[in-house]
């Protein structure tokens, strides 16, 4: 069984560009999140989809956003690329509803904006 | 608000020793409790997770952890570590019901000594 995809696993962009990272969850998984990790922020929550919608988003600023797609498929955009926004970006996705069943992740993309 | 404290960015412990990562929460409503593992360069897997009932949970590969409501903990322990142990361990609280998301804790690298 083929786990989360996220392509691609590097990237380098200079600042004022955007970015587009793709996200393939598991096979049947309709719930799908996205995470920020910085080593002096940790773990941030970005947003999450189910069936399409975004049901919740972090606090980050308008220039972040996203979209599922109705195979699941997610993507996370980001324009006017800062410095700050170089980060290990994690998606995760899930089965069913809710955060007690636990997400599985994907092993990121790393986003260098120089 | 809910947040997740671990109080040791570094464990070293040498190996076949016993190890406890500590983990903290704060929380007003019943949560979802997670241990998380980050091994370099790759994403998150889940280790374990506390929903409901028995306090002490189990991993397949002997890491344990145990629910203390009172003391608002969720300590990970292992007997005897391995070399291959070495990695960032993340403790994670469920969000709000309807948020949809985790709240992590900073990470504790344990290193595992030869």
């Known amino acids: 069984k083929a786990g989360v995809t996220q392509t691609p696993r590097y990237l380098i962009k200079t600042r004022g560009q955007q970015v587009t990272l793709s996200c393939s969850p598991i096979s049947g998984h309709r719930s799908v999140s996205w995470y920020q990790q910085t080593p002096g922020q940790g773990l941030q929550f970005l947003f999450e989809y189910f069936s399409e919608t975004q049901r919740n988003k972090g606090n980050f600023p308008g220039r972040f956003s996203g979209r599922q797609f109705s195979n699941s498929r997610s993507e996370m955009n980001v324009s006017t690329l800062e410095l700050g926004d170089s980060a290990l970006y994690l998606c995760?996705?899930?089965?069913?509803?809710?955060?007690?069943?636990?997400?599985?992740f994907g092993s990121g993309t790393r986003l260098t904006v120089v | 608000a809910q947040s997740v404290t671990q109080l040791d960015s570094q464990v070293p412990v040498f190996e076949e020793a016993p190890v406890e990562l500590r983990c903290n929460y704060s929380s007003s409503v019943s949560v979802y409790l997670f241990w998380y593992v980050q091994y370099p360069n790759q994403g998150l897997q889940l280790l374990l997770k506390?929903?409901?009932?028995?306090?002490l949970v189990k991993s397949i590969n002997g890491f344990e952890a145990e629910f203390n409501k009172s003391q608002t903990s969720f300590h990970l322990r292992k007997p005897s570590v391995h070399i291959s142990d070495t990695a960032e361990y993340f403790c994670a609280v469920s969000g709000p019901s309807g948020t949809y998301k985790y709240i992590f804790g900073t990470g504790t690298r344990l290193k595992v000594l030869a």
């Open positions: 506390y929903l409901s009932g028995s306090t």
């Open positions: 995760a996705s899930s089965s069913r509803t809710g955060t007690g069943f636990g997400y599985t």
